[in-house]
């Protein structure tokens, strides 16, 4: 079974070996990573959120989110993105600044993407010094130590057998998110629409064919909390064939705001004629936003397609980029 710890820690990398990495080619745009804190994880740089507040606030920002980035070519002000989030505007940009962690601004701007194509041109070293230090890194959302733990083939090919996954929705910035796990860690992510959730239930449960599904909020609530507002350890159980899961370790690797095309990918991995493999196991990954596979674009800068959506995809890369 193999077995890849991904964990930053005062700007190095630490891999399951012990080996210390420094973190060549890095660049964290406006926040610094802070030390270390005593219990050997980053804290959360946002996404504060106290007992006391609902998940309706969080769907409001869902809402104003996915409005930002499917009107950002029209520049709305700020009043009109605060009525999509049914908010005063002075509420909206307190509420909006703290929860997705930049301003309502700020976000427009970045859902440009301008810098996409850029940090394809010239990004390529940057991307070889991460991939060969073995580099992955925070998001704007959360300060992670991932844990990745992957299936044996002979466990993946019995498609889930005996396998228990619990299962439960939870409020987000981008939309319900399906939240599923296993004993030995999360396995899978994803996101919903209002209304959608069932059919996103059933897509996920497709991946597993064989195992056993209960609701069990009780074990994806605390996850769903390390993920989104409290950072933390977090063990992801991968399930996939062994090219899959080499193609997801791959992807932990890109830094946030930086990008990556199927055919680079193929090429680092050593099979430089695999990209159209590369495409399809990356639309497999069944953890979305945590193994960003919003990273990887096509080679002309297009965004390319999304399991999730293209406007999530574009919110996860404006977020990551700001």
Not at 68 to 86: C, D, G, I, K, N
Not at 248 to 260: M, N, V, Y
Request: one cysteine or more; hydrophobic letters at 40%.
């Amino acid at each position: 079974m193999s077995f890849v710890l991904l964990c930053i820690l005062c700007g190095e990398i630490q891999l399951a070996s012990g080996m210390d990495v420094p973190a060549r080619g890095r660049q964290l745009s406006k926040k610094r990573v802070e030390k270390a804190g005593p219990n050997g994880h980053i804290p959360p740089m946002t996404m504060h959120m106290t007992p006391t507040e609902s998940g309706a606030t969080y769907q409001r920002i869902a809402r104003a989110v996915r409005f930002l980035a499917e009107h950002y070519r029209e520049q709305p002000s700020l009043e009109v993105a605060a009525s999509s989030a049914a908010l005063s505007p002075h509420h909206f940009q307190r509420l909006f600044t703290r929860y997705v962690g930049i301003s309502p601004k700020a976000f427009v701007a970045a859902l440009t993407l301008d810098r996409a194509k850029a940090a394809l041109e010239d990004g390529a070293s940057v991307l070889d010094a991460s991939f060969e230090a073995g580099l992955s890194g925070p998001s704007r959302l959360h300060d992670l130590c991932l844990k990745v733990e992957a299936m044996t083939p002979g466990e993946y090919g019995r498609g889930g057998e005996g396998l228990a996954i619990a299962y439960g929705f939870h409020p987000s910035p981008f939309g319900t998110a399906v939240v599923m796990a296993t004993e030995r860690g999360l396995c899978g992510l994803a996101f919903a629409d209002d209304g959608d959730e069932e059919t996103v239930l059933a897509d996920m449960k497709a991946h597993w064919r064989q195992a056993r599904f209960q609701c069990d909020t009780s074990r994806t609530s605390s996850m769903a909390r390390r993920i989104f507002e409290d950072g933390g350890d977090v063990s992801l159980h991968l399930t996939g064939t062994p090219w899959q899961t080499k193609v997801w370790q791959a992807l932990l690797r890109i830094p946030p705001g930086r990008f990556d095309t199927y055919g680079n990918i193929a090429k680092r991995l050593g099979a430089p004629t695999a990209a159209r493999a590369v495409g399809a196991a990356v639309g497999r990954n069944p953890i979305a936003w945590l193994i960003p596979c919003h990273r990887v674009l096509r080679g002309d800068g297009d965004l390319g397609g999304y399991h999730w959506g293209t406007t999530r995809k574009r919110i996860f890369l404006a977020l990551e980029a700001a």
